[in-house]
């Protein structure tokens, strides 16, 4: 009696590893007395932190007034706090970048005085407790400068990349080293004048960065020397994609990245795709795929992907946006589209969520569960124009892209799939219709095991397995196809 106790508590408390590993979903609507434009979104041991850029009204033309609002929500997606920052009527307040820093979160922010039209970067610094410990203003190279991305050096400097174009919005991309205390060591301004998006990724098997924009990738030393940058197109001779998202390493000396593809349809109408690069640090191309997503807009931006599985990246855009490329204000529903792709490109599966209102801009968070959190301005196009008034609103998903509720126009596999165990022969039985692949993994979220399975009836020994419970996924042509639990005996 005793034994079977106790191996019930084990198979229960692997059962809740695996529950936890895979985590949960939720959707959180949280209304707002201004606009919303989301900044950064940051997961911690115990909550997210989202930054938005906060406005009070944006009828009409030109600057409009800006603050900063920090959130502080729980894992399972109830509000904790809060900390506003620049609340004035005078300056335009422009956050896209944050990261963890020790003990505190760091972030990087564009002044634009809506009366003068100068304008200055500032660091910021606040704890997990969101108390605001630094405040340091610094100049920009021009008065309209905008700050895409940054990299904290180990000697407490940061290099921070951003474009100075508004508001004719030319290229002209630059990058700064500046100290912890604010001096600023180097500028240096690149001749990219159509190159948007400046994003910084640093290299650390050679020791030095990538400055890719949607016109070039730079090559710079630690030092900044500008005899070190050189010019390539980020796409190829048939494929140009555009303002792309911050790249991320997938191993020593392989990156991926995100952004946009313009197509025309058989009437020569333009829509946006989503192109998806996995290239080498010498930018040898690995793969390029671009997803058909007709009507995407162009809402790809630094925080429209991120993984923390390779296998497992998600990336988020904005659907149904018709002609109109701006999503606000389109006068129909407006989704948010979540891809869940392969370092090559492969899809394992893809969600829309959202309905009754427009879900725009999203900025997307890997999470440890191997989920993601997307964060979004939510806007009732119904109610509410032509004010713009938008709320926050939350989206947390599983591996599989499972939330609280199913979205609209889920992939949902038609195909079907069993899978059991036979005990008494040690063997995992799965049924198939058409060739899929299997992958099982271990409570720790590593890969065990992978193979192509034919169609019909197919048995695997689980003898060379150490005991324990374990999840598996299955994938057919399609992408995502089946999931579920198995324990090994």
Known sequence: MKKGLLTFAIVFFQFLIVFDLIGQGFEKHYSTKYSC??????????CYIIITNRYSNVQGSGFHPYDLMVYKISLDGNFLDSLNIYNNDSAVTYCMTAKIVGSSIVTFATLLNTNTGG???????????????????????ADYSLIFSFFVDTDSTYYISGNNFIPNFNGSPFIIKLTDSGKLLKTVLLNDPE?????LLYIPIKDEFRLTTTQSIWYLSRDLQSDSLVWQSPGNDTINVYDLSLPKLINDTSYVTTGLVFAFDQNGEVYIEIGFVNRSIDTTIHALHVFDEYDTSNQVNPWSFDFIDSDSIFISCNSNVGSNWLPIGVGQDVWITIYNVRSDGTINWKKRYGQNADYVWPRLCATRDQ????ACERYDWQQLWPNYKTDLYLIKTDR????????INDMVPTEKAIVFQDLINNQLVVQLEQTAILRLYDVGGRLVYENNLISGLTKISTNHFKAGMYLYSLYNKAGFLSSGKVLMR
């Open 119 to 141: 304008g200055e970067g500032v660091l910021l610094s606040f704890d997990f407790d969101l108390h605001l410990t630094k405040q340091i203003a610094f100049d920009l190279p």
């Open 400 to 407: 599989f892209g499972n939330s609280s509720s199913v979205g």
């Open 37 to 46: 434009g989301i900044g950064p979104v940051i997961e911690l041991d115990s």
């Open 371 to 374: 989920g993601c959190l997307i």
């Open 195 to 199: 190159g948007r998006n400046a994003v």
